[in-house]
């Protein structure tokens, strides 16, 4: 069964230190989604991407952090440098053009210490 | 702005008990409806959907929900739970373009069923 791919599954890293995050749709879908997830709290949108383009980051804290989609396939959440409130769950999911609903990856749990 | 209320942030219950989660959104526009459910550590997985067409929903594990436009609601009911269904359950909103992935989701659930 076709799955969004996210590594690392954890990660530790110290603050003012730069750490990035790797998503890999499900194959053949244009639109891209990261959210983060703040332990007992809901998802959050950070940036939607319509194959290489970013539709919306109007959430995305834009002085740490970056997102790309080069070849409108897999795409990269950095964050630089890292906060201690940036620990969170980051999850990425997917879309089809057709589909109705988004799947969802594993997700990378940040812990900045 | 669109906004997602769950109005109980734990429910215990009994296995085999009937169980209610709640929810409640802001719009004034026509809405797509989701429920999600996480598992510890893991991503979100769909468990049911309104797009249009009959108000109750219904997922393949035996969850129903209801949409009730008037009170917009979108309350998740399941006649008898068991040990499995123990996660977090996350009632999101679309505002009914088609990215159905933007979504705005509520604060979350945590159903806890006791043996």
């Known amino acids: 069964e076709a799955e969004v791919a996210q590594s690392p599954r954890y990660k530790i890293t110290e603050k003012s230190q730069a750490v990035a995050f790797w998503c890999d749709p499900i194959?053949?879908?244009?639109?891209l989604y990261w959210y983060r997830q703040i332990l007992g709290q809901g998802p959050e949108l950070l940036v939607q991407?319509?194959?290489?383009?970013?539709?919306?980051d109007s959430q995305l804290p834009k002085d740490r952090f970056s997102a790309e989609r080069l070849k409108g396939v897999d795409s990269t959440l950095k964050i630089q440098p890292a906060e201690l409130g940036d620990s969170a769950m980051y999850l990425c999911?997917?879309?089809?053009?057709?589909?109705?609903?988004?799947?969802f990856g594993q997700g990378t749990r940040l812990t900045v210490v | 702005a669109q906004s997602v209320t769950q109005l109980d942030s734990q429910v215990p219950v009994f296995e085999e008990a009937p169980v209610e989660l709640r929810c409640n959104y802001s719009?004034?526009?026509?809405?797509?409806l989701f429920w999600y459910v996480q598992y510890p550590n893991q991503g979100l997985q769909l468990l049911l959907k309104?797009?249009?067409?009959?108000?109750l929903v219904e997922s393949i594990n035996g969850f129903e929900a209801e949409f009730n436009k008037s009170q917009t609601s979108f309350h998740l009911r399941k006649p008898s739970v068991h040990i499995s269904d123990t996660a977090e359950y996350f009632c999101?909103?679309?505002?009914?373009?088609?990215?159905?992935?933007?979504?705005?989701f509520g604060q979350g659930t945590i159903l806890t069923v006791h043996p």
């Open positions: 999911a997917s879309s089809a053009a057709t589909g109705t609903e988004a799947f």
């Open positions: 194959s053949g879908h244009a639109t």
């Open positions: 991407f319509q194959d290489e383009s970013v539709v919306d």
């Open positions: 719009s004034s526009v026509s809405v797509y």
């Open positions: 309104y797009l249009s067409g009959s108000t």
């Open positions: 999101a909103v679309n505002d009914g373009g088609t990215s159905y992935g933007k979504l705005t």
